[in-house]
């Protein structure tokens, strides 16, 4: 019986090696060549050749048909010093009908050696990977959308009512960066509805509580906190920057505000309003789909126009409608599925009905309808009627 | 006959009710018998010019009126009419 080593000597004379300068030059001529690497996932995740794919030698026969289907194309593979990819490619050969293939001479140890350039692909350490195992198990998220998930900044206006379980939520999926704005503290009425805050945190900051709860459920989370009121001021300097921003304001000068700065700086809104035990839900998604001012062009009168606070709504109602917008900020993000922009659902709590509405953009929409550019700081957050809903709201 | 979807703002104009069922060929005529049903929601709905309010929007269906011939869209038996005012409940 030979050795490995004896093995390995013959299956090399059966086959053709190629040195890592030939490897070079096949990919500057850009000829077609398949470089295909068979380490295993660690190594491979560590540093390859550039463009190279990777088929780890033990999935070899029930993989490499994905990556190179054609059995005419010239495939180089590679392995750390030369041995494995020997093995691989007289398993191409021989068994699988390949009709050209050779190993790299050396690996990519004499690759390195030679100072040729390596990528290093991004990963996750292996604590993401254990933590965000679900995801990467669900096509639609998987590693790339994972990847994106950890470079996403959302701001979410308000740690209330909708903001609490979004930011929660929206901390576990594992997105990068939270900003936070609110400058309200923590009160024992809000513990019936507002679920990122606890009854030892009353009289605590909410972007601090909020904080407090998201590190909690995962410390790599960037809180940004902003403990402020949104205004005409600061809405342009705190959203920039921002990839989504989930919309729980609870009156209507600061939504159209929120409006007008987002299509200027051209960030999709996922908005959401509840009252009693109704909730309504919609992205806009600038110049993509319709903006809040072209499915509210102008706001009710303030009678017609209360606020939660005032008028009450069942505690779990926001956690649906604020997990609803998540979802659709995952999908903005990850690029999966179709989002809510151009759609308004209502959800009646009560009767467990769902009505959806088309919203379409309004071609003489006073902010949309035209450049970013164009839209001045004095019209921001204007409506034809704001003098007198402020008299009457007041 | 069509049936009118009543947002929670104006139900208190209707006795609380979530849904009414008004006849009319077109939708400004379903209003019309729905401000005369109940006369608290006239000034909701309409301007004292007639018009509807720009702040209320009303769909047919689940397609916006305002896309659709306005007020004069022609209403089937078994239409809905949902009628949806801007609604700003946050959760502070």
């Known amino acids: 019986m030979a050795s490995g080593a004896e093995l390995i000597r013959k299956i090399k004379e059966q086959i053709e090696e190629v040195d890592p300068k030939d490897v070079l030059a096949t990919q500057q001529n850009g000829n077609g060549a398949v470089v295909v690497d068979v380490r295993e996932q660690h190594e491979f995740e560590e ?3 550039p463009g190279a794919v990777h088929v780890p030698r033990g999935h070899l026969e029930s993989r490499i048909e994905g990556a190179v289907s054609d059995r005419s194309k010239r495939v180089i593979l590679y392995c750390a010093s030369g041995q494995r990819s020997a093995l691989a490619a007289h398993t191409l050969q021989e068994q699988l009908g390949y009709e050209d293939v050779a190993s790299m ?27 965000y195992s679900r995801h990467l198990l669900v096509p639609e998220v998987g590693l790339e959308g994972q990847l994106k998930l950890l470079d996403a900044k959302v701001l979410l206006l308000g740690a209330g009512g909708l903001g609490s379980p979004a930011a929660l939520y929206l901390a576990a999926a594992g ?22 805050h606890s009854n030892d945190r009353i009289g605590v900051p909410k972007v601090d509580s909020a904080e407090i709860s998201i590190h909690e459920i995962n410390p790599d989370v960037n809180v940004e906190k902003y403990p402020v009121r949104l205004g005409a001021d600061n809405i342009m300097e705190i959203a920039e920057g921002y990839d989504v921003i989930v919309d729980g304001l609870d009156n209507f000068p ?34 993509e789909g319709p903006c809040y001012r072209c499915l509210y062009p102008t706001p009710p009168p303030a009678e017609l126009a209360p606020s939660c606070g005032a008028a009450g709504v069942l505690g779990v109602l926001p956690g649906v409608m604020g ?3 998540s979802v659709e900020v995952i999908k903005l993000v990850t690029g ?59 | 006959m069509a049936t009118i979807k009543i947002p929670p703002v104006l139900r208190g104009s209707v006795g609380g009710e979530k849904e009414l069922q008004a006849s009319g060929g077109n939708v400004g005529e379903v209003l019309r018998e ?13 301007s004292e010019d007639g018009e509807l309010n720009r702040y209320v929007n009303v769909y047919l269906n689940d397609e916006d009126v305002r896309v659709l011939d306005g007020l004069d869209t022609s209403v089937l038996d078994g239409d809905t009419v949902v009628i949806l005012p801007a609604m700003a409940g946050g959760a502070r």
């Open chain 1, 336 to 394: 999966a599925g179709d989002t809510m922009a151009g759609r308004l659902l209502l959800y009646d709590a009560l009767g467990t009905t769902f009505t959806e509405l088309k919203v379409r953009r309004d071609p003489d929409c006073p902010i949309c309808s035209r450049d970013p550019g164009e839209i001045s700081d004095e019209e921001m957050g204007v409506f034809p009627d704001y003098e007198a809903f402020c008299a009457g709201a007041g």
């Open chain 1, 323 to 325: 997990l609803l917008q």
């Open chain 2, 34 to 46: 729905l401000a005369s049903q109940h006369p608290a929601t006239e000034s909701q709905l309409f």
């Open chain 1, 105 to 131: 001479r050396g690996g990519i140890t004499l690759w390195k050696d030679r100072g040729y350039d390596v990528e290093v692909p991004r990963s996750l350490t292996p604590e993401q990977r254990e933590r």
């Open chain 1, 254 to 287: 600061t939504r159209y505000l929120l409006n007008d700065a987002s299509v200027r700086l051209q960030i999709p809104v996922v908005s959401a309003s509840i009252l009693g035990f109704e909730g309504q839900l919609s992205v806009f998604h600038p110049y």
């Open chain 1, 47 to 49: 540093a390859h050749l």
């Open chain 1, 175 to 196: 997105v990068g960066t939270l900003g936070i704005v609110d400058n309200d503290v923590v009160d024992l009425s809000n513990l019936q509805r507002q679920v990122a």
